[in-house]
């Protein structure tokens, strides 16, 4: 069931991705203030992942794991919808990465030319399966032929929800970010039980290597179907 502490559950103008991208506009600033470090499993897969040429991430926000990356690619593009975000990522990385404004459904890179990728707490945002699935195959198809991406999501196993993460479904739902001078703003979120995570991958042009629940996360890692190494 979505969560009692949702404020909006039924705020559809919090919907559209056009509203989930304003969003990032109004609170960009403050958001970006609260995300200083790396989170841990982004680091672990990065780490294991070794050099490569080219690296992305997917809904970069604040450039904090494009950073990251920087110290493993000899190129990396970040990728985000808001502006407002984008600047504090320029404000943090510099020249070192290439910011661009753009959407996840609509990647604007040629097919085969990523190496390494992670797409995380960002397709969770997106506010249809069909969306979310169109940003999974645009995923595998900029990835390289033996290349790897992360992927996460929140999950019905976060203890912000009272949701069953064992559950088949996930749900959508709107959760308050509130700004320093009080005022909230609803933030759109699919949350994905792990078997529909499983599901929208395999129903995509990836192939699910490994997946694990951690901090209240789905994290999967993905491959180009029909590209293993």
């Not at 510099?94 to 397709?123: E, I």
């Not at 945002?125 to 999501?153: F, I, K, T, W, Y």
């Not at 959508?172 to 005022?183: A, C, H, M, N, S």
């Not at 951690?214 to 029909?226: A, H, I, K, T």
Request: proline share 5%; hydrophobic share 40%; glycine share 8%.
């Amino acid at each position: 069931m979505p969560p009692s502490d949702s404020s909006a559950d039924n705020d559809e103008p919090a919907r559209s991705r056009a509203a989930v991208r304003r969003t990032y506009e109004d609170i960009g600033d403050h958001f970006s203030k609260t995300r200083e470090y790396a989170w841990p499993e982004v680091e672990s897969f990065v780490d294991e992942c070794g050099s490569v040429e080219t690296a992305l991430d997917v809904g970069c926000g604040n450039g904090r794991h494009a950073e990251l990356l920087a110290g493993v690619a000899d190129r990396v593009v970040g990728l985000d919808a808001s502006r407002a975000l984008l600047q504090a990522a320029t404000d943090r990385v510099g020249d070192s990465v290439a910011l661009l404004q753009g959407d996840a459904t609509r990647l604007p890179l040629a097919a085969g030319s990523v190496d390494l990728a992670v797409y995380v707490a960002t397709l969770h945002h997106l506010p249809s399966q069909s969306a979310r699935r169109a940003s999974l195959d645009e995923l595998a198809r900029v990835l390289a032929p033996g290349a790897r991406a992360l992927v996460s999501a929140w999950s019905t196993a976060h203890d912000r929800f009272d949701a069953d993460p064992d559950a088949d479904e996930g749900f959508d739902t709107t959760v308050d970010w509130t700004l320093p001078g009080g005022e909230t703003v609803p933030r759109f979120y699919h949350i994905y039980a792990s078997a529909e995570f499983e599901r929208d991958v395999a129903d995509s042009a990836l192939r699910l290597v490994s997946m694990e629940l951690s901090s209240g996360n789905c994290y999967g890692v993905v491959e180009p179907e029909g590209k293993r190494t």
